[in-house]
């Protein structure tokens, strides 16, 4: 049925539809699920040790004997002056102040850059089907040690400038991300939050722009969205908050409960938890510190000083300052399985594609 088969080939799958790799929702259990169904199932890795990756695995793969997708952040360590971190601490001091919380701490934890040799030499022992990278690529030597093994690479891009710089790289496919999807922006560089190309506008300058599968992501949740992607020239989507209120998903209760009542204004795109932009739930918090805008620590350590704003039982009460990731298409979102939700993708689509040309 699927017009485009470019993205199924090069991954092994029966349909073209991707479950992003959402870091804590994204259990190896949907991921297997998604998998059985004919797509491709994702695990967010970024944030995992050696022994939880080996063992998130171990369970997808009990799951599943079809593909499925590890996914890497690629940056380079944080590296935050003295001046930005006083800024950062001056600025965060009421919040704290207001939740009892004293004062925030005066230094960031050492970190590396996101993938290193030691993550590189993981995957290369676990040998997974598909490998992907969000906000940027490692260098040619990598992908080459990467490709050798015979796992398939995709990587996001959020303009035609990254698009052309990942076909350069020796990518297989280009997850290119519009403004509208929920989580971090997989831009290769940090940009202000305002910064974005919706999906409807990018999918088909990206697709003029490189000659490989380009997988739509964005904004995308039902049958129509798919066969809007299609239409626009990519080869396959990928669906990230669709899969948060499914069944086997991670989603914590305080989410889906916001996800059950969500509209199209629920959202917006701020660097304040993290220190990178991410469409997050519209909150207190996030509507003053962008009205204020300041300069903040290099993503991953500003979750340093905000994660006590979010982690504590008063922040949790009072919702003000509450971190909950998910996209512009939250609205359209539906409690079912991961089976029952992609059979009811694929028929959509189907639907919409024979109505379209009829």
Known sequence: MWPNRRLCDLLKIEHPII?????????????????????????????MMQDELHNAVLHVRAGTNRPFNLNFFVHPAPKTSPAVLARAVDRLLPYYQELSLGAPRGDLPQMGPGFDDAKLELVLAIRPPVVSFHFGVPGTAVIAKLKESGIVLMSTATTVAEARKLAA?????????????????????????????????LVPQVVDAVGLPVVAAGGIADGRGIAAALALGASGVQIGTGFLSCHEAGTDAARRALIRSATDMDTMVTD?????????????????????????????????????????????????????LYGQAAPLNRELSAAELMRNLISETNEVLGLLSS
């Open 19 to 47: 479950q992003a790799p959402m870091a804590g929702s994204a259990t190896p259990q949907l991921a297997a699920a998604v998998s059985n169904a004919g797509g491709l199932g994702s695990l967010g890795c970024a944030e």
């Open 169 to 201: 790289s020796g990518i297989d496919a280009v997850i290119a991300q519009g403004w509208e999807a929920g989580g971090h922006r997989g831009s290769h560089v940090p940009t202000d939050p305002g910064d974005g190309v919706g999906t409807i506008a």
């Open 272 to 324: 304040a938890f993290s220190g990178r932009a991410a469409r997050v739930k519209r909150t207190r918090y996030t509507l003053e510190m962008e009205r204020k805008r300041t300069p903040l620590p290099d993503f991953p350590s500003m979750y340093a000083l905000t994660s006590p704003l979010w982690g504590t039982e008063s922040a949790t009460q009072s919702k003000d300052f509450a971190f909950h």
